[in-house]
């Protein structure tokens, strides 16, 4: 409950981080530059935030299931879709355990800096292999094994992913690994001026079965 507190509390000004803003959008061309967007697809954003990857998406699909467990950041989500007139956004504030979506639904499964905050990383995958259509794609934006100073506040964070071990678990859903590329640095200062990079991995599977 912390966690989702923190973020409801940091929601209004989340827009303001330039660098999440540069993080959202090469996270977004990874995604048009390898995925055909069509206005037939229906899509889910996991862990969507104030959308700052659905807002770049909307109008090319049909529709996008934007998932969230902050009230807070779906309700600066809201704010943006009543001021543009987005009719194509459905909100969930849950996690993705008790989403309601009917198996075999989902062209587009996209999740960016979301992942990590989850416990049950292999029920969190399954749910996204049932969720998609055959042929269908994950698109994961995440951190790659870090030693615990990124979130050096939350205890309650997985620190960052085995990049390889992911793909096996990916596989044993069905989901084969079809790129997997180091796409940006996450850039950090400590309360010493030290400035870290963190790199980002960005994994493109697709349901085979």
Same mark, same amino acid.
């Given at each position: 409950?912390?966690?989702?507190? +923190? ?12 660098? +999440? ?9 990874? /995604? ?62 849950? $996690? ?9 639904? /989902?062209?587009? /499964? ?10 049950? /990383? ?18 994961? $934006? @995440? ?20 990049? @390889? ?8 859903? $069905? ?35």
């Amino acid at each position: 409950m912390a966690q989702i507190n +923190r973020f409801d509390k940091e929601a209004k000004d989340w827009d303001k981080n330039q660098s +999440r803003q540069e993080m959202a959008e090469k996270f977004t061309k990874e /995604i048009t530059d390898n995925i055909q967007l069509n206005n037939t697809m229906q899509l889910l954003d996991f862990g969507c935030g104030t959308g700052s990857v659905g807002m770049q998406l909307y109008s090319a699909v049909q529709h996008i299931n934007m998932v969230d467990t902050s009230k807070g950041m779906l309700g600066s989500l809201k704010e943006k879709i009543n001021q543009n007139n987005i009719t194509n956004m459905s909100l969930y504030q849950t $996690g993705i355990a008790y989403l309601e979506i009917g198996e075999n639904k /989902i062209d587009l /499964i996209y999740t960016l800096m979301a992942l990590h905050h989850v416990a049950d /990383i292999e029920g969190a995958l399954k749910k996204f292999s049932q969720l998609l259509k055959t042929g269908g794609y994950l698109c994961i $934006g @995440d951190l790659e094994p870090e030693d615990g100073t990124f979130h050096k506040d939350d205890k309650n964070v997985h620190l960052g992913f085995q990049t @390889d071990k992911l793909k096996e678990t990916l596989k044993s859903f $069905g989901l084969n690994t079809v790129i997997l590329k180091t796409f940006h640095h996450n850039k950090k200062t400590d309360d010493n001026g030290n400035t870290k990079e963190y790199p980002l991995f960005f994994l493109l599977a697709q349901k085979q079965s």
